[in-house]
C-alpha cells in the first residue's frame, strides 16, 4: 500500500532548515510540548505540490525542535525521520541493508494475514462428524497449508527482532546521545519507525481475526491424535513438536509481534549493561513527542490530507509508548516519565473510536506499568 506524505518539506531541498513557511516547530521548550496551545509564530502557508508525490510507506519526516536537556545544559535537538529517497551514510550501511532486506517482506506478510480467512468451515465439518474420514481428511488438508502461512508469520517475527535489536544497537551507542543519533541516523530513524508501524498493523489484524488460533489449535490436537494412533502426518516435516510450542506461545499472545518487539527492547537493555538505559528510553520518548506534537497541534494537522498518515504517526507514537514501558524501571505512566501520556491518550481519544480501539487496547493489555500505584487515577480513568 502507497501512502501520500503530507509533511512539508522543512529543509526547502537545501538541505538545511527553512526558516520560511516550510520549516516545522520552532523554539519548543518543555513547556510547551506539553501545551501546544502556547506555541506561536508556527509557520503558514499550505505544504506545496511536490509533498503530495511522497510515498510514507518509505517516509516518516518530521522535522522538530525540541528544547532538550542534557547534562544539565540546555540545546536544541532537530529530529529527521528522513525522506524516501534518503541514503543512508556510510555508518549506516551495513545495519541500513540489513533491516531494509526484513522490510522488504513486510508488506508481503501484511497481505497474508489480510487474507486469510481459516479453516472454520471444515474443521466444524470434521468435529461433527468424527467418524467420517473424507472429511477429516479435508480439514486436515485446509489446516496443513494455514499452518504453513502461520509458521512464516512466526519466522518473520524473529527477522523482525533481529532487525530491532541491530537499530537499537545503533541508535544509542556513545559518544553521541539518542536525540543526536536520530539526527545523524535518519536512515535507521525511518526503518525503526516502519517497523513499528508494521507491528501495530500486524498485531491490529491478528486480534480481529480468531481463526489463527482455532486453526492451530486445531492442527496440534489432530497431530497429537495421529502420533497416538501411529499414522504419519504430513505437516509434522514442516511444523516440528517444538516449533509448535513456540509458535502456539506465540499465537496466544493478544499482540504478539508487540510482545516480540517488548521482550527485545528488554533483553537489549540487560544485555548491554554498560550502556545508560537513558541512550534507550530518551531515544524512544522523543519519538513519542514528536508524533504527538504533530498530531495534536492544529496547524500541523491540517497538513494531513490522507488519513494514512494519521494511522502510522498513531501507531509508531503507541509502539514507542510500549517499548518505553517495557524498559524503564518506572515505566511510562509514572509522573517522571519523559512522555506526556495524557497528551499521548487524549491524541487517541480523539480520533474516529472505530480507528484507534486496537492502539488503545495495545495499551491496555500490552504495557507493563499501567496498573501500577505510580500511574494516576486520571490516565487509568483515560484507558477505562
Same mark, same amino acid.
Given at each position: 500500500?502507497?501512502? *501520500? ?61 525540541? !528544547? ?24 549506516? /550501511? ?57 509458521? /512464516? ?26 536525540? %543526536?543519533?536520530?539526527?545523524? !541516523? %535518519? ?79 528488554? /533483553?537489549?537493555?540487560? *544485555? ?30 491540517? $497538513?494531513?490530507?490522507? !488519513? ?55 495499551? $491496555? ?18 484507558? %477505562?
Amino acid at each position: 500500500m502507497t501512502y *501520500e506524505a503530507d509533511c512539508a518539506d522543512a529543509r526547502g531541498g537545501t538541505g538545511e532548515l527553512s526558516s520560511g513557511p516550510r520549516g516545522l516547530l520552532r523554539n519548543l521548550s518543555p513547556e510547551r510540548l506539553r501545551n501546544p496551545s502556547k506555541i506561536t509564530q508556527l509557520p503558514s502557508g499550505n505544504p506545496g505540490d511536490d509533498t503530495e508525490a511522497w510515498s510514507l510507506s518509505n517516509t516518516f519526516k518530521v522535522t522538530e525542535l525540541i !528544547e532538550g536537556q542534557e547534562q544539565n545544559h540546555q540545546h536544541w535537538l532537530k529530529l529527521s525521520f528522513s525522506r524516501r529517497d534518503a541514503q543512508p551514510t556510510e555508518s549506516e /550501511k551495513e545495519i541500513y541493508n540489513q533491516v531494509n532486506v526484513v522490510l522488504k517482506d513486510a508488506e508481503g506478510i501484511l497481505e497474508d494475514l489480510q487474507s486469510y480467512r481459516g479453516a472454520g468451515h471444515e474443521i466444524r465439518e470434521a468435529i461433527q462428524h468424527p467418524a467420517d474420514e473424507k472429511l477429516q481428511e479435508k480439514a486436515w488438508g485446509a489446516v496443513v497449508p494455514l499452518v504453513g502461512k502461520l509458521k /512464516k508469520f512466526y519466522e518473520f517475527s524473529q527477522r523482525l527482532e533481529a532487525a530491532l535489536r541491530g537499530l537499537l544497537g545503533a541508535l544509542t551507542s556513545t559518544p553521541y546521545s539518542p536525540t %543526536q543519533h536520530l539526527e545523524r !541516523e %535518519q536512515a535507521l530513524a525511518k526503518q525503526f519507525a516502519e517497523i513499528l508501524h508494521f507491528t501495530l498493523r500486524f498485531d491490529e489484524l491478528k486480534m480481529t481475526n480468531p481463526a489463527i488460533q482455532n486453526d492451530f489449535s486445531y492442527y496440534r490436537r489432530t497431530l497429537s491424535r495421529m502420533r497416538i494412533n501411529n499414522v504419519p502426518a504430513e505437516g509434522e516435516n514442516e511444523v516440528n513438536n517444538e516449533l509448535a510450542n513456540r509458535m502456539s506461545l506465540f499465537y496466544a499472545e493478544a499482540t504478539p509481534m508487540l510482545k516480540t518487539l517488548s521482550d527485545a527492547t528488554t /533483553k537489549f537493555v540487560s *544485555e548491554n549493561k554498560n550502556l545508560p538505559i537513558e541512550n534507550t528510553t530518551d531515544c524512544l520518548s522523543t519519538m513519542a513527542s514528536v508524533c504527538r506534537v504533530m498530531l495534536e497541534t492544529p496547524e500541523y494537522r491540517s $497538513r494531513f490530507t490522507n !488519513e494514512e498518515t494519521v494511522s502510522f504517526c498513531l501507531r509508531v507514537m503507541v509502539g514507542v509508548i510500549i517499548l518505553y514501558d517495557h524498559v524503564h524501571p518506572v515505566g511510562a505512566f509514572a509522573k517522571t516519565s519523559k512522555i506526556d501520556m495524557k497528551g499521548c491518550i487524549k491524541v487517541l481519544k480523539d480520533q474516529p473510536p472505530n480507528s484507534v480501539e486496537g492502539l488503545l487496547n495495545a495499551l $491496555r493489555y500490552t504495557t507493563k506499568h499501567l496498573n501500577d500505584e505510580t500511574t494516576s487515577k486520571q490516565i487509568r480513568s483515560m484507558l %477505562q
